[in-house]
């Protein structure tokens, strides 16, 4: 008995203590990520203000520089007319002063010269215009060059500056939770400042391996799935918001690890009338004169996950159309409205095992969703529909959904899922 007391005692030592070492990582963990985000926030903030001084600095020099060349402009405007005036004066003056001495010299030269001289400088003093001088501008004419600096350029700089840049101790978004989906997660966030008024989220995604992340999202919506995921990789999330009114995003959230183990969804290649995707995902109904179903590649449609059809592009209706699971690939019918299937056709009827439902959801159209989500609602003896297995349907499209017992002869937790159309144009992802 005691030893059995002492195995105990053992094992909850063991347990207690793996539970400290859990909590003794998980804080060294919470303070690695308020070091390293402090870090980083003090770079941000240092290699931002550095680069507005810089262009701050550059932006003032070149405001500088072009006062100046507009003060240097109108001086050199100013001043050409009146050095050509200045020009003009010296000139006037310069031989005025010339005809002078030339005058003195005429009264003082000798008497034999004197009266040649005499008539030279009369001949000379005739053709010089002493009164045809510029004018010249008053002093309250001429440009008197200042300069006018607002000072209230600082004030303005001051109260903008002491207002720029916050700092906050956790992003006003987090991201939430991460669901598996065929060759996708749906990953939803949530808003943790209240405070905050988000205008727009942005979605970023990474494979871990990657450098980069890259926009998987961008709008008003809390989730999205993000597709085209490799199952059992690991893939890192962000998200951040915008702020009502505003134009810069909010600082990232704490990245996340998400991943899938279930794999994609595909089509069945080789099938005349439908042209796939390169990941097969996606199926156009081509112009060939073949007609069939298009069916899954394999039942990877499970009870309890939601799937989900996208109508990309339509194309002409036909009563015939159809999109929905089925129990088995059934070869020569030309709809999945038949035994063993479940679907709705394009212009919203349902059908279930081949009969048509009293109620209708509206038709699909370019862009429309359809989904089907199944649970197992019975596992046993024979029911009063002559079927022992049951599962509880739900078909949603346009915001409208029907919800029914489909009744099976056999246990099935895997379903295939197909689709048909008669005429070319239709385009339908899955996942």
Known sequence: MFPFIKYISLLHFLAMFSFQQELAAETNASQELIRESATLTRDVLEQHFNDLKGT??????????????EVDTIEQDSIKPLDECQKLIEHGVSTADDLLREGESAICGDVEQHNEKLCSFTKKALHIQLDS?????????VPCLSAQLDDCLLTILRNQIFRHGTVASRPPVQLEEFVEKPGGILVRWCKVDDDFVPQDYRLQCR??????FEDVYVGSETEFIVLHIDPNVDYQFRVCARGDGRQEWSPWSVPQIGRTTLVPHEWTAGLEGYSLSSRRNIALRNDSQSCGVLYSKA?????????????????QPDRRDSLGVC???QNGYDSLQRDKAVCISTNGAVF?????????????????????????VQ??????????????????????????????????????????????????LVF
């Open 327 to 329: 129990v088995e690939q």
């Open 352 to 376: 279930v095992n081949g009969k048509e439902m009293t109620n209708q959801l509206p038709a699909v159209t370019s862009g429309s969703t359809v989904t089907f989500d199944m649970e197992v």
């Open 299 to 315: 039942p990877t449609y499970f009870c309890g996950q939601t799937l989900t059809f996208r109508i990309e592009t339509v194309g």
């Open 379 to 428: 596992l046993g003896p024979p029911s009063t529909e002559g079927g022992n297995f049951k599962l509880r349907v739900t078909i949603s499209s346009n915001n409208r959904e029907v919800v029914f017992d489909w009744v099976l002869d056999q246990c099935c937790v895997s379903l295939y899922f197909g689709c048909s159309f008669s005429y070319p144009g239709w385009k339908v």
């Open 56 to 69: 701050l600095k550059k932006l003032l020099d070149e405001r500088l520089m072009s006062l100046l060349q």
């Open 133 to 141: 001088l510029p004018e010249v501008p008053s002093l309250v004419d």
């Open 207 to 212: 494979k871990s391996t990657a450098s980069h």
